[in-house]
C-alpha cells in the first residue's frame, strides 16, 4: 500500500477530512469525474461511434471500469504494462496502440492474448517484419492475433507514412492466418491542443479526407477496416462527423488539465467537460515578501505544459512558478496563504501528473470518500 494511502486513509467518510490530507496530494472530484464520464459516453451513443478511451490518462483499474459500465467498448494503452494491469484486472477490448517489436514485448503481448477471449487484446503494426515476427510468435496461440494498420497521422512517433504502405501492409496481414486484420489507427495527437477552434477543425477535416480515401482503397483491394479508430479529447466531436472514424481514442476528458480547459473553451463555447483532477499542496512557509512556498514541484505536477493554475485556497490571480524538486512559489493576489494552508492546483498536463503520483484520493465535496491506487504507474 502505498505510503500516503496508510496515512491517509483513516480520513475516509471523516467531515472535512479534504483539508486534512498528508500533501502533496492527488486528489478526483468524484462527481465532475462521474459527470465527464456520463457525458462522454452520452456523446458517443448519441453519434453512434464507439469509445475506446486511453488508460494512458488515468492508469486506474477503477476508472477504466467506470468507463466500460457507462458504454464504452474497450479501452486503449500505450504500453504492454498499461495492458497487462487491464487485462489481468478483466478489462476486454484492449488495444494497445504502439508497435510491441522488441523479443520481449512479443512474448509478453503473445502471453497476454492467450489468456484473453478472441478480440479481447488488439496490437498495432506499422512494420512488414514487425507483422512477421508476430505471425511467428502467434502460431501457438489457439486464434489469430488481432492486428489493426498504424497509420502516421499526426506526429508520426510510429506509423505507417503513405497510404501505399498502410495497403500493402494490410495486404501482408491479411494473408496471414495467424493476424487478423482489424482495422485501421489513425490517431493524431498534433491535432488535439490546437486552441482555435477553427484551424483545429479545418486539420482535423484534413484528416479525415485522408482516412477516408485510405479506407476506401482498402475496400477497393478487398480489404476490410472493421474498426477506424484515432481523435482524442480535443477533436472528438469534429472526428465523430462523416462516419470516417468507428470509435474515438479520447483519454483526457475524464480529467482534464489547464491545456484542455483552454482548448475545448475555445470557439466561443464552453467546455462540455469539468475540471475533475487536482493536487493539493499545504504551504510551508511565508517569509518572503511576495510568495509563500508550497510543497509541490517537479516531483509533483508534470512540466511540459505550463504551470499549474490555482483552484483553491488562494485568488485565482495568484500565479504559480516552479520551485525545485519538492516546492514551488506561489506569488499570491489578494490577502497572503496562512502556513499550512491548503491549495489546490488544476494540473498543466493530466497525464503525465497522474504518473508522479501513487494513488488518488477521491473526494466529494470536503469528504474524503475513497484512496484508489494508481495501478499501471511505471508500468511500461
Not at 477530512?17 to 498528508?22: K, V
Request: glycine share 10%.
Amino acid at each position: 500500500m502505498p505510503l500516503a494511502q496508510q496515512i491517509n486513509t483513516p480520513l475516509i467518510g471523516v467531515p472535512g477530512g479534504r483539508q486534512s490530507l498528508d500533501t502533496p496530494a492527488l486528489l478526483i472530484d468524484l462527481p465532475a469525474m462521474t459527470r465527464n464520464i456520463e457525458r462522454m459516453a452520452a456523446f458517443a451513443k448519441a453519434r453512434g461511434i464507439g469509445l475506446r478511451p486511453h488508460v494512458k490518462t488515468h492508469k486506474s483499474v477503477e476508472i477504466a471500469r467506470r468507463q466500460v459500465a457507462a458504454g464504452a467498448v474497450g479501452v486503449s494503452c500505450v504500453t504492454m504494462g498499461e495492458a497487462e494491469t487491464m487485462v489481468n484486472a478483466g478489462i476486454r477490448g484492449v488495444l494497445i496502440t504502439s508497435p510491441a517489436v522488441t523479443p520481449s514485448k512479443i512474448a509478453r503481448l503473445v502471453k497476454l492474448a492467450q489468456h484473453a477471449v478472441p478480440g479481447g487484446v488488439m496490437v498495432v503494426v506499422d512494420n512488414p517484419r514487425n507483422a512477421a515476427d508476430l505471425a511467428q510468435a502467434a502460431a501457438g496461440l489457439t486464434h489469430p492475433l488481432d492486428v489493426l494498420v498504424d497509420f502516421g497521422a499526426g506526429y508520426n512517433r510510429t506509423g505507417a507514412t503513405s497510404e501505399a504502405q498502410v495497403l500493402e501492409l494490410a495486404a501482408l496481414i491479411a494473408a496471414e492466418p495467424r493476424l487478423r486484420l482489424r482495422g485501421l489507427q489513425a490517431y493524431a495527437g498534433n491535432l488535439q491542443h490546437i486552441v482555435e477552434r477553427d484551424r483545429r477543425s479545418a486539420a482535423a477535416a484534413g484528416l479525415r479526407e485522408t482516412v477516408a480515401g485510405i479506407v476506401a482503397a482498402a475496400r477497393r483491394q478487398g480489404l476490410h477496416f472493421e474498426i477506424v479508430t484515432g481523435a482524442g479529447t480535443g477533436t472528438h466531436d469534429l472526428d465523430a462527423q462523416e462516419n470516417t472514424f468507428t470509435e474515438l481514442q479520447a483519454g483526457s476528458y475524464v480529467f482534464m488539465d489547464a491545456e484542455y480547459a483552454q482548448v475545448l473553451a475555445s470557439g466561443g463555447q464552453a467546455s462540455p467537460f469539468e475540471v475533475s483532477l487536482f493536487v493539493q499542496t499545504a504551504v510551508v512557509s511565508t517569509n518572503a515578501a511576495e510568495w509563500v512556498t508550497v510543497d509541490g514541484g517537479t516531483k509533483c505536477f508534470s512540466t511540459d505544459s505550463g504551470v499549474p493554475l490555482v483552484a483553491q485556497g488562494a485568488d485565482a490571480a495568484s500565479r504559480y512558478a516552479f520551485f525545485g524538486d519538492e516546492h514551488g512559489k506561489l506569488m499570491f493576489a489578494g490577502p497572503r496563504p496562512a502556513l499550512g494552508a491548503r491549495i489546490e492546483f488544476v494540473t498543466p498536463h493530466c497525464d503525465p501528473t497522474v504518473n508522479l503520483h501513487d494513488a488518488y484520493h477521491v473526494v466529494e465535496g470536503d469528504t474524503l470518500v475513497a484512496i484508489w491506487p494508481v495501478d499501471a504507474r511505471g508500468k511500461r
